[in-house]
């Protein structure tokens, strides 16, 4: 083992691996270690490589490199190598970036280090991968930190980091595998580019994913664009701000995505200046999607919140949340699938200012067409919100929403609401729908006075007792007009051997029935009749025939509401 080359703090450097010990070099943190040109505080990168290869000592100790509080200089380049021990830089500062692309280690931590970059695509780590507190600060197209395609067997801790890119990607991660969980909470991650500042498409990560706390900008694109991720347990952003600014991508992408439990948003901001701040087409969400304790999402646009297809195990709870779009759709269901929602009437938002979510009123836009569900949650919106925005907040007129509301209602045993939504709907396909013509649209309004569509058949059975009495008291009324020469408009017939004298009262009352009811004879008909060679018997025998006209049509509708015939016609 020659260690003449070495200076006397990298001399140190061996001596802590073979004993197993961590090398404290100074007590200055990173920012000012950058600055500093004291040799005691210096270490260069390439005795650090030596080390790794089993260079310098004669055996290591399974604690493996562990060196805190140094200035590292030169380019550390750990490319396609597979050191004897782990690694870990704690609090240091250097002034290259580390590579370590295909590189094979036992376990890694940069836990506080300050670095201009980390490309480590590749990757294998045995063990933990532990950033928490790391600071890279850099101007590459290629990512800040670069962990496409690596594999880490342990837990990635990344909380507390800072992440700084001016020209591209924070974090390059898409295809990265993790055994364990990851968590980025607390972390400020920030870039101006295109793609997006955190992109973790098709990563998989066997246990949790957090980012609670965490802060995410991107002043020209997205800000988290993980589609096709694959959680296997929780992933959480409660209390996050993602702010994003890209017309086509939402600030915040999980198309495709797969969360084992529950995906939570509580209290979190999502933000895109020109498009959506969400976009989640057929994420699946194993337990439930929580967006609520004063959730906020503002977009432009597109969709605000593009939930299309998403299945979600159990329930989509946006109790408390405010959703913004002032030029476009607030929040997109389109054949979405839920257990469950709680969604409040004044969630849904058009106006107002948009840095004051208190000012944000509920008359946005949303799209229900294929949207599932069993139940309502009574915290959220009541009928009468449901069926204003079905009406007069969708783009268009859809049969699916009214019948998956009604079918919602029966299903708990309301069948009165459930028939007024089915009566709401036929309102809203008259003013919205395609009924073919004029003539068309004059039976559907017919259809809907008398007989509520049919859902409300008790109208024209009011409707057919009205006319009854009508005709009942015509024939009392004709009964006591005078015709002249002793007579009244309703006399008995030739039949009774009594022509031209009056009808009884009982006569007069059968005269109206058999004028009112359809069918039905009072056996009085050759007894009584009215006298039409007379002006107001004329008008009297008019009148009666256009109560037998009614009669029968109201007769009929009743007959076909209660059998549900006119609802299918």
């Not at 509920?362 to 294929?370: I, N, P, R, S, V």
Request: with cysteine; hydrophobic share 40%; glycine share 12%.
């Amino acid at each position: 083992m020659d260690t003449s080359c070495l200076r006397a703090k990298e001399r140190d450097l061996t001596k802590a691996v073979i004993s197993g010990s961590e090398l404290v070099c100074s007590n200055l943190d990173p920012t000012s270690l950058a600055v500093s040109d004291d040799e005691q505080y210096i270490i260069r990168a390439e005795v650090i490589r030596d080390i790794l290869l089993g260079r310098h000592i004669k055996h290591s100790d399974p604690q493996g490199l562990r060196l805190t509080s140094a200035r590292i200089i030169g380019k550390l380049d750990l490319d396609r190598l597979t050191p004897v021990m782990g690694l870990a830089l704690s609090r240091c500062t250097l002034d290259q970036p580390i590579t370590m692309q295909g590189t094979h280690l036992p376990w890694l931590t940069l836990l506080g280090t300050h670095l201009p970059g980390v490309v480590a695509n590749g990757l294998l780590v045995d063990g933990a991968a532990e950033f928490a507190g790391i600071r890279v600060d850099t101007n590459s197209a290629s990512g800040a930190v670069q962990l496409v395609s690596a594999y880490i067997r342990g837990v990635f801790d990344c909380s507390g980091a800072t992440l700084i890119n001016r020209s591209g990607p924070a974090l390059a991660a898409d295809n990265l595998k993790v055994d364990g969980s990851v968590d980025f909470s607390k972390s400020e991650v920030t870039c101006d580019c295109g793609s997006g500042a955190a992109q973790l498409v098709g990563a998989l990560i066997g246990g949790s994913l957090r980012g609670d706390f965490a802060v995410l900008v991107n002043k020209s694109g997205p800000v988290f664009v993980a589609d096709n991720l694959k959680v296997g347990g929780p992933m959480s952003l409660r209390h996050s701000r993602l702010l994003g600014d890209h017309p086509l991508y939402g600030a915040m992408q999980l198309n495709g995505a797969n969360v084992g439990s529950h995906l939570e948003f509580n209290g979190a901001t999502l933000t895109n200046e020109s498009g959506a701040a969400l976009i989640a087409n057929r994420l699946r969400v194993d337990g439930a999607m929580l967006a609520r304790d004063n959730f906020h999402a503002i977009g432009r646009g597109q969709p605000t919140l593009d939930l299309q297809s998403v299945q979600i195990g159990s329930g989509l709870d946006l109790g408390s949340s405010r959703i913004l779009n002032p030029d476009g759709l607030a929040l997109d269901l389109a054949s979405a699938s839920v257990t469950w929602i709680r969604l409040p009437g004044d969630s849904i938002c058009r106006s107002g200012t948009k840095d004051d979510p208190s000012s944000w009123a509920g008359d946005g836009q949303l799209q229900l067409d294929g949207f599932t569900y069993s139940a309502l949650d009574p915290r959220g919106a009541d009928l009468n919100r449901w069926l204003l925005w079905l009406r007069s907040y969708t783009p268009a007129y859809a049969t699916q929403p009214y019948q998956q509301l009604s079918a919602m209602y029966r299903a708990a045993g309301d069948e009165v609401a459930a028939r007024r939504v089915l009566i709401a709907q036929q309102d809203d396909l008259l003013a919205r729908g395609n009924l073919g013509g004029q003539w068309a649209s004059a039976w559907h309004r017919l259809k809907r006075v008398t007989v509520g569509y049919g859902y409300q058949s008790w109208r024209a059975l009011v409707g057919f007792t009205c006319v009854v009495f009508l005709a009942v008291a015509l024939g009392l009324t004709a009964g006591h007009i005078p015709a002249g020469n002793g007579r009244f408009e309703a006399t008995h017939t030739a039949a009774t051997g009594r022509p031209g004298t009056p009808c009884s009262l009982v006569e007069q009352v059968g005269l109206g029935l058999n004028a009112g009811l359809p069918v039905i004879n009072s056996g009085l008909t050759n007894n009584c009749s009215l006298n039409s060679t007379t002006h107001f018997g004329q008008i009297l025998t008019a009148i009666s025939w256009l109560l037998q006209v009614l009669a029968w049509a109201l007769a009929t509708l009743v007959i076909a509401g209660y059998t549900g015939l006119i609802r299918r016609v």
